[in-house]
């Protein structure tokens, strides 16, 4: 038997991804809370809807802070206590968080969470500056690390330790790819080959530009309400049985290990715990791919599999749309995309879609348990969650 | 040293500018602290002495960075790596005066000075970065 719902949620709503050239951030987050409120016309938003929590990576893509506030007023929630969380890329997991925190309080009863990041106006160098202030300042950015240098660094540790390929790691891009062909929101849907994956430009070694996640425009939401409210708005919610979060030092060096994030194996703990779930029980995940090698350092990190072993997982396609464990149905990061603030609550979107069989193309049939896992940094913040279709 | 110098991230980058790498013992504890930190987060003590680290090293990690942030655009492609010291503290830095088809996993390192170029107006800090013995 597994744990009980903790929050629930009655909607979800995605903007586009992709380059959304013209639209400011409280732009694209109207356009997904909209999606959220037609989804579920039985919710009145001005009535029902009694906090906001939204993630947003950064100010510098558009000089605007202050994002929850400006995102409650673009969706007629104006007057709502709003607020933004921050945790790098694993913002809106946070805002996530955020909600099951506030709705468990009892102060509130429905919350609507999501998250935002526009960033294709800005140049490649400029996004490179941006996404490294998730990193430590004064030893990594100081001396010219970037966000992909980071990852980088434990690319070579865990090939180094493990044997793992560079042609295993094009292989989850492979994947990806082919998911987001099946996604009509996905940033980019097209396939690409392991040759082309591999002969693509080198960012930071052994990283290439297919191993690397995309800039990209979008926003996600979803309504969380408390489970015994939750059958007033809809015949399909989908509850959430677990979560778990933890914090790791800012600087990737000062951790015992590269090859794996203690963060997310805490938050992994704690979420399974909570639901009372085993990494065999989950149906499909949305992991945080925003690198290849760090959605085999989720294999690992979630229990999918034993540690070093996730190179072959991807190799034998096991995490493939039809096969045991499907991973990043949506494309993930990688094809998808990564607007940064808005990802967490994209990834509890697409896990919505599943489990109440709205996939369409992409749908994993049978589905019953889901799992979130996004990663802020190189692994300072990391959250999970698990997700139950209700039972009959 | 004084005993005034503060256990901070300012100060360790103010013994950099003059050739030290330094890091911070815990007098309750005997925990190190590199970077130092004024608050001990294991006992809580707030009283510390200055430590100096080994200028040697073994490479833990690396990868040579082809696409640069703005400010070391001219550099790229340019090596970073994490090097552990004899005393099992880790500290991440630019790999220079090799090349990089000859960077290996578990090789030794010592600990550079050279002074390098810095216009911003924040911070004031020096690098130091990794030669090969």
């Known amino acids: 038997m597994n744990g009980k719902p903790i929050v629930s949620i009655i909607s979800a709503g995605l903007s586009k991804f992709g380059k959304n050239e013209g639209l400011y951030s409280r732009e694209l987050f109207a356009e997904a809370a909209k999606e959220a409120f037609d989804r579920c016309p039985k919710l009145e938003p001005k009535r029902d809807i009694k906090a906001m929590f939204v993630g947003h990576m950064g100010e510098s893509y558009e000089h605007q802070g202050h994002m929850g506030a400006t995102t409650a007023d673009w969706t007629g929630l104006l007057n709502i206590p709003a607020i933004r969380t921050e945790a790098a890329c694993a913002s809106s997991g946070a805002a996530l968080r955020a909600g099951v925190y506030a709705v468990l309080s009892g102060l509130v009863d429905i919350v609507l969470v999501g998250g935002v990041e526009k960033m294709t106006h800005r140049s490649t160098k400029e996004v490179t500056e941006y996404l490294a202030m998730a990193s430590d300042y004064p030893f990594e950015q100081w001396h010219g690390i970037t966000f992909?240098?980071?990852?980088?660094?434990?690319?070579?540790?865990?090939?180094?330790?493990?044997?793992?390929?560079?042609?295993?790691?094009?292989?989850?891009?492979?994947?990806?790819?082919?998911?987001?062909?099946?996604?009509p929101k996905a940033h980019l849907?097209?396939?690409?080959?392991?040759?082309?994956?591999?002969?693509?430009?080198?960012?930071?070694?052994?990283?290439?530009?297919?191993?690397?996640?995309?800039?990209?425009?979008?926003?996600s939401c979803v309504v969380l309400s408390?489970?015994?409210?939750?059958?007033?708005?809809?015949?399909?919610?989908?509850?959430?049985?677990?979560?778990?979060?933890?914090?790791?030092?800012?600087?990737?060096?000062?951790?015992?290990?590269?090859?794996?994030?203690?963060?997310?194996?805490?938050?992994?703990?704690?979420?399974?715990?909570?639901?009372?779930?085993?990494?065999?029980?989950?149906d499909l995940a949305e992991v945080h791919d925003c690198f290849t090698i760090a959605e085999l350092i989720a294999y690992e990190d979630l229990g999918f599999c034993s540690p070093g072993e996730s190179g072959k997982l991807a190799e034998n396609g096991e995490t493939c749309l039809g096969a045991r464990l499907p991973v990043n149905a949506s494309g993930g990061l990688k094809s998808k995309g990564h607007p940064v603030g808005a990802t967490g609550t994209a990834q509890a979107y697409e896990i919505y879609l599943q489990l109440t069989g709205q996939a369409e193309q992409r749908q994993v049939k049978n589905a019953c348990i889901g799992l979130t896992h996004n990663v802020g940094g190189s692994g300072a913040t990391a959250t999970v969650h698990i997700y139950r279709r209700p039972q009959e | 040293?004084?005993?005034?110098?503060?256990?901070?991230?300012?100060?360790?980058?103010?013994?950099?500018?003059?050739?030290?790498?330094?890091?911070?013992?815990?007098?309750?504890?005997?925990?190190?602290?590199?970077?130092?930190?004024?608050?001990?987060?294991?006992?809580?003590?707030?009283?510390?002495?200055?430590?100096?680290?080994?200028?040697?090293?073994?490479?833990?990690?690396?990868?040579?960075?082809?696409?640069?942030?703005?400010?070391?655009q001219e550099e790229a492609p340019y090596a970073i790596g994490i090097i552990q010291f004899e005393n099992g503290l880790k500290l991440p830095g630019m790999i220079t005066d090799i090349p990089h088809d000859q960077l290996q996993m578990g090789m030794d390192l010592k600990v550079d000075f050279t002074a390098r170029n810095n216009t911003q107006s924040w911070p004031q800090w020096p690098r130091y970065c990794f030669k090969p013995m």
């Open chain 1, 148 to 183: 992909p240098g980071l990852y980088a660094l434990m690319a070579t540790a865990h090939m180094h330790k493990y044997g793992t390929t560079e042609a295993q790691m094009a292989q989850v891009a492979v994947k990806n790819h082919h998911h987001g062909t099946l996604n």
């Open chain 1, 189 to 219: 849907q097209k396939e690409i080959t392991i040759e082309k994956a591999l002969a693509s430009r080198t960012v930071a070694t052994p990283l290439k530009v297919f191993d690397c996640s995309l800039i990209t425009d979008g926003a």
């Open chain 1, 226 to 282: 408390k489970p015994e409210l939750a059958s007033k708005f809809t015949d399909q919610p989908i509850h959430i049985i677990g979560t778990g979060q933890a914090s790791d030092t800012i600087g990737l060096y000062e951790r015992e290990t590269l090859t794996s994030l203690k963060a997310a194996k805490i938050a992994a703990k704690t979420a399974y715990n909570m639901a009372k779930v085993s990494p065999e029980e989950v």
């Open chain 2, 1 to 72: 040293m004084s005993k005034q110098d503060p256990f901070t991230i300012e100060q360790f980058y103010k013994f950099v500018a003059q050739g030290k790498l330094m890091a911070g013992k815990c007098k309750k504890c005997g925990k190190i602290h590199l970077p130092p930190r004024p608050l001990c987060d294991k006992c809580y003590n707030q009283d510390f002495a200055w430590i100096p680290i080994p200028k040697n090293g073994k490479l833990v990690s690396y990868t040579v960075i082809h696409i640069a942030p703005p400010q070391f």
